[in-house]
Structures are given as C-alpha cells and as structure tokens.
C-alpha cells in the first residue's frame, strides 16, 4: 500500500464511516478476479460508498491523492474491464451499496435506478408496477444497472428494443473533478450541449463514476412464444428472421445455434434433451412476445412456422407448449458457454457483422480458422438478429496445457482480422475492458484513437478513473 | 479578408477546383444571415465541397492556416448555429454539393443520406423504397440531414419516433485534425470505444463535421387520422393524451394550441377556418397513423374521441375526412409562428419540462410572465407529448419599437428562470447555436460547462470548427 493509498483510505473512513471502507483481504478477494477467473488483480481496500455525495466525497479524495479507482458493480464483466490492476495500485469503489430503485412512474414509462441495482432486482420491481425493463441477459442475477450502462450491454432482446444506450433516458455520474452530472430530468427533449450521457454509456467508468440512470420502460409482456426450429444454414436462418419480420412485429429474440453446439450442451448438461427429432445443421430460437392478452401469440407462431416449412424455409420446428418448455429450450441456448468450456479449451470472441453478412461470414471464418489452425473446432452462435456472434474455437485437436498461451493470442488476431475485413467489430457486447485494449489498439484507426485519448485525456486528466481500461 | 484566409481560398481553389470555392458576395449573402434574419455574419468565402475526401482537404487546409470553419446545410436553425461571425473571420463550409442518398436498404430499414440531402428529398426517396423516415418539422424542404443531425432536430413525431439522436445509426464526419470517422458500417452492436457517432449529434459542428449519417427507417403508413379536439385546459390535453396511449400504438403527433394562437391564426392566413363550432380555451391536434391498410385508424379515432367526450375529458372533435382537411389541420397548427410575428414583436422560448410538469408549467408561467410585464401576452404551443413547449411572449400592450432591445433580453432570462426552477431545459430542440449561449452559460452547472469546454477544447484544440458556437 503506496503513502496516498493509506491516506485516501483513512480519510474515506473518516468521513463516510467504517461501512464504506473494507480492508480485509479475504472480503476483497472475490472482487478483485475477473468474472471469467482469467484476470487477477489487487488491491488494499475497497471502497463502498452508500450515496451520490458519498462517491463525489471519494472521488474527490482519489484526485486530491492521485489515487486511481476502479468502479464495480456485480462483476460480470467478459473484458475484466472491473479488475484493479494486479500491482494494488488503485482502490476498487463498490457500487453495490447504491441499491435502491428510486422511482418508477408508469404515466412516463421510467424508471430510476441507482449503478447498484441487480438487473433482475429491476425487472421485479417494474413488473410489479405492470411494467417490463426489456433488458436482459444470462447475468441477470448478478449483474447491475451501473456496469449495463457502463459497458452499453445488449444481451437477448437487442433485436427489438435495442442495447443499453437505446433504454437510458438519462445518467447520473460523478466526473473525475468530482463535481456531479445530473442527467435524471425525464426530459425527451434537451439539446444543451454535448451528450455527457451518451458519452459516458460504454466508456467502462474510464471518464467518471454513473451513480444512477434513469430507464426506460415498456408495457408488460401478456403473453411470450418459443420455438426451436431446425434449419439447414445460416442463410436459411436469414430468411426465416426476414420472413417472420415481414410478418409479424411480435419477434424480439432470434438465437442461432449450431447442431454441434447442441450435441456439446446435451452431452455435458444432463437435465437437456433434444428439441427436435432428426438432426439438422443449424438451429434458431425464436421468442414472440405480445402485451395483449387476448392475443394467441402462441398460435401465430404456429402458423408462421408451419408456412415457412411449406415455403422450404425451415427443415422443422417445435413451439413450447408451456412455460417450463419454453424455459428448457432457452436453457439450451443459455448453457452452450459452459458447455464448451467444460468440453475442454476454448477461445472466445464477441464480435459483429452487419446482420446481411453473418450468414457468409459464419460459413467463411469457420473455414479459414479450420484451415490456419488444422485441428480446432471454430463455430458461432448468438444473436444472428443483431449480427453478433459468440465466435468460439475450441483447441479439440491441437488442445495443449499451454496452447492458450502457446497460439491462443495468434488465433485470436487471425480471427479479429477476418472480423475487421468483413467491416465487422471486435467487441459487439462485451466491450473492450483490458482484454482487448491491444486488440483495439491494433485494428482502430489511428484518428479513433487519438479522439479517444483526447476525449480521456480532456475529462480525467490525472488518470484516476479506471486506468489501463478501454482507450488504448 | 486576412492573409490566411486568402492563403486557403487559393489553395481549396486548386485542390478541389473552382465550382468547390465561392467568392462572389452576391451568392454567398443568403447564407450569411440566419433563417430568421436575425443575426448577420460575413464572410470572404463559402466553400462547397463535393465529397467526404474534399470536406477533409478542407479542414486540413484550416487547420494550417488556422482559419474557422462554419458548417452550413440549409440555413434553417433557429439558435444561428450555421451563421460565420460578423468579422469575416471564418469561412462557410457550406454542405449542399454532398447531396446524394448512397444507399436504402429495405433488409436492414437503414439509409445513407450525404451530409446536404434535403429531409424532403430523403422522405421521397424512402417512400419510393416502400419505406418512410419518421423525423418531419416544418423546414423539410430546406433543412439538410447533417444539419437535423449536428442540431439533434425533434419536428411533430418524436412522441413516437424520439429526436436525431434516436434516428441515426451511425454518422460519417471529419474530425478537426482532418481525419474521416466512419460510423457508417451499420452494426447493430457495437463497442469499441466512446460513441463518437453521439458526441458529433447535437454538437452542432463544434466537434467535427457531419458529412453522411445512416438514419434507420419505419415501415411506410398505409393511412393517417388528423383530428382537431377542444378541452378545457392543458391538464385535460395531458389527460387526453395518457387516455389515447392506455389505448392505442398509433398516436404520433399531439400538439397543443391556445386558443389565443388558433385566433391569431385565423385572423392572418385567409386560406383557414375554425375547425370547431363554439369556443374552447385549448386545443390539440392529434394524428394517429397505421401500417397496415387493414387498420380503419379514422374510425378507431372516431371512437376513442367518442368515448373521452362521454368521459368529459374533451369538449368536442373532429377528424379530418379527407388528406385535404388532415393538411388543413396540420396547416393550422404549423401557421401559429407566422401569424404571431405578423400580429407584432415576439419572443419565442423553446423549452422543455417533464411531460407531466407541462400543464402547471404553462398556467403558472404565463401568468408569471404577464404579471411581471404587465401589458406582454404569453403562452405556450407545441408538442405536449414530448413536453417541449415554445413558449412565445408577444409585446401586445408592451410594443415599442426598442421592445426587443430594452427588455427582450430581461423578459428571457424571467422566462429560463422558470424553466429552471422547473427543472426544464432552455433549448429542447432548437439548440443552442449563438443565440443562447449567454444563457445557458449562466444557467448551466459550472460542472457540465468544464466538461463541455475540456472536450471541445480536446477534439479542436486550434479552434477551427464553427468558433463561437455551443460552448460558452
């Protein structure tokens, strides 16, 4: 612990009394390892302030000492964009402490949420109010508004209401100088200046510190579809979303599973079965929402699917006939992360195309790693709706104790420069933390990087926020 | 004219050739005074660039010579965001040579508009495609796509279809160092970094210059319904309004009138006629539209308006039978800033306050405003539904010929008092261009004017881009 660490601590303790200061190694310790236990970090204390004024108190505190900080929320994060460098030389700041749901108004359709709020803390609370926070992904349970917001995440209903930066209305942040951005008014219009709001949305608590954000809301759902359906490609895949979005305003996830990431997930989760009789190459889960319940969304899914077999579209399909299938069959989707990784060494990489190219890029990438690397299984799934791809490759037969180390970073380069030449980004949902700051600094524009920096430069001029994160 | 800007004349000359430089004093006039003729600039020069390519030889030269450059697309605004300082010295960039649509894709329900494509030309061209761009307001046949974007523009449909901001899907621009950002790829997730693409919306060429801009596309409407409804006070409107949205997807447009407004209306435009037999303190224009032709929307707006009459919410209504009594409708409304300006001196505020603030806000302040300068009438028109109000005060008993000089000034800052004791904005969609910055510099939270000033200064630090504007 540096002389200004020692200081900042003890002032913070002073002033915002024991609770928001831990120093004990062993309550610190899960929070200083990245979600995915890839990143080990350290750090002498970690500060959890309970209020707005008490996060301006310590960020204040960490300017006066040169002391940097590394915001948290429920660290969930796939970039370790939340772990303090491993050298101890910054605090981390829980945001876990701000929890409370500050308001929820049905007549605006907002909700304000403290950066400590877990997402399905949110989703319950609205809920009750006769409300929906479309928002949602694998993390629900631990993961928090201040981190969704943070890194702009997307998950599972993108496709129809949009990632993050489409749902907040309004951010409130402490800036590095510590003084307050209050973005919480609720108003639709306002065009005073530059976006502080937008800009803080995905800049991983590299220019300030977001203690609240106002969100928003959309009716509740009546009445959800499921379906799994079996398709012979990608493209195939393509044209049942077009044909259904042609058709319908209802769908709002559109998955794309690969048979072999199928078969890994029923061998290594015993509580799945198939969904389909027969085997096909591809597999998509559909989910059709309405919030009318007199509508048979059920029944229109039936229909839609039972014409795009007719129409050659889909080879077959299923819809859950209850609320458990519907669940089974996103558990399926759900487990194929863990599946692979229990399947042995795997690679992955969140990156997105423009929707039109995903099929071709799928199919093609596939290929060349396969070829650059004899021996790997290279695939991708995800959310084909909104281009991005979970594209994983699994070592399978050049697996190795040390082939993370030995050609992992060389695959990964290999699969980023298909990614770039296909237009495509490196980082669709998961954002750029420490994982990809090489990566990122490798591929961007040099102009892109130099706005960056100015931008980082211009607003945290000492570095206090979140160093060695996102600008590269 | 001073050796500089002489220096960059002469070489944009030979770069971009002699249709790309503009010196004749009579073609460059219109475009020096702000559309309402209130603000007159000079400048020795208008340069007219071609392409993305010429836009960036063009900063590069400025920035060498250190000579600003003001954006210009239409010359539309209303805050004199496009208008060169009156010294002559900086130089127009004017943006309407960059007028081509590169693409319109149907799959993806985006657009590439240019920089200078005109928003009529862009509406045109969609619905040729099948396909419709929400964003409308009343300069539609002037205003420019990069100018609606650099101005975060609102217009009649952002109840439904939000502002700019929420319409683009990505922005092409130069950035003050002469380098091209590209955030035209069209990914739907994707993050990489600060949004720049949100920074440069709203910065009304402060940052950069907007030189193409991928706006996202609705389905075209199969049939609209105009309707013209009396009630008694701005509360009831709001009441109208929560009564219309419990029911109904389909509203769009919700636009409150005084009466006061619709009489001076009637009063200067010959070609009207009052839309309701007897009399009503209030007004609303409302306009619900359907995608599928299916969908008898007249009808179902027949019978809402029914209903909230037995309801008591509305005292009486009509919907347009015809397009030609739609426009007829809409002719009223968008008629009420001309008929004021015709009647006498007036000073317009376009303000915003929550939504559910609107009602109480109207009342108080304009009585507040009529009380504290006795003889002024005040009163608020707009989109309720967004809660932004322009909120205009006329001279009425007070006119004088130095009105505007002795206590324009005054009777603003009483009124932007009242906004901010609200809790409202004193640009909701107009910006902030010259016209406002005094003010918001005074009303702003220091904070939020360091940011503004750190990031500006980060991204131009030779000033170049239109100086004097936006940032206090």
Chains 1, 2 share one sequence.
């Not at 660490?5 to 831990?22: D, H, M, S």
Request: aromatic letters at 4%.
């Amino acid at each position: 612990m540096t002389d200004a660490e020692a200081q900042l601590i003890e002032k913070a303790g002073q002033r915002l009394g024991p609770k928001a200061v831990i120093t004990d190694a062993r309550e610190i310790e899960p929070w200083v390892t990245d979600w995915r236990g890839r990143v080990h970090g350290a750090t002498p204390a970690m500060l959890a302030p309970g209020s707005t004024e008490e996060v301006a108190d310590i960020v204040r505190l960490a300017a006066e000492h040169r002391v940097p900080l590394v915001p948290q929320g429920g660290n969930t994060g796939m970039a370790a964009g939340a772990t303090p460098p491993a050298d101890g030389s910054a605090l981390l700041l829980s945001m876990r402490r701000m929890n409370r749901i500050r308001s929820i108004s049905a007549d605006n359709r907002l909700a304000v949420a403290e950066a400590g709020v877990i997402l399905a803390t949110l989703h319950e609370a609205v809920h009750e109010a006769g409300l929906r926070f479309p928002l949602t992904l694998g993390a629900r349970g631990s993961c928090t508004i201040g981190g969704l917001t943070s890194t702009n995440a997307g998950g599972t209903q993108v496709l129809k209401f949009g990632t993050m930066r489409a749902l907040v209305a309004g951010v409130e942040a402490v800036l590095p100088d510590g003084s307050v951005h209050n973005g919480l008014s609720g108003l639709k219009k306002d065009n005073r200046g530059y976006s502080l709001d937008q800009l803080l949305i995905g800049a991983e608590g590299t220019l300030g510190v977001i203690t609240a954000v106002a969100v928003r809301l959309v009716p509740a759902i009546a009445a959800r579809a499921v379906a799994w359906v079996g398709v012979d490609s990608p493209a195939r895949a393509l044209d049942l979303l077009r044909y259904l979005e042609a058709r319908s305003d209802s769908v709002e996830g559109f998955e794309l599973v690969p048979e072999e990431c199928l078969q890994l997930v029923l061998k290594h989760n015993s509580g799945t079965r198939p969904p389909l009789k027969g085997s096909h190459a591809w597999h998509v889960l559909v989910e059709a929402t309405t919030t009318k319940a007199a509508i048979d969304i059920g029944g229109q899914m039936e229909r839609l699917l039972a014409e795009a077999l007719e129409e050659g579209i889909v080879g077959d399909g299923v819809v859950a006939a209850s609320e458990a299938q519907a669940e089974a069959l996103w558990k399926l989707r759900d487990s194929i992360s863990e599946a692979e990784r229990t399947e042995g060494q795997t690679l992955a990489h969140d990156i997105s195309v423009a929707v039109a190219d995903v099929p071709k890029f799928l199919v093609e990438a596939s290929a060349e790693v396969e070829r650059r690397f004899p021996g790997v299984i290279a695939s991708g799934f995800g959310h084909l709706g909104d281009g991005n791809i979970h594209f994983h490759v699994r070592a399978a037969g050049r697996a190795a104790p040390d082939w993370y180390d030995s050609e992992g970073a060389e695959i990964t380069e290999f699969v980023h420069d298909l990614v770039t030449a296909a237009g495509g980004s490196i980082s669709a949902e998961h954002g750029i933390g420490q994982l990809k700051r090489a990566e990122f600094a490798r591929l961007a524009p040099p102009g892109r990087i130099h706005a960056l920096r100015a931008i980082k430069q211009a607003l945290d001029p000492l570095g206090i926020m979140n160093p060695g994160k996102l600008v590269p």
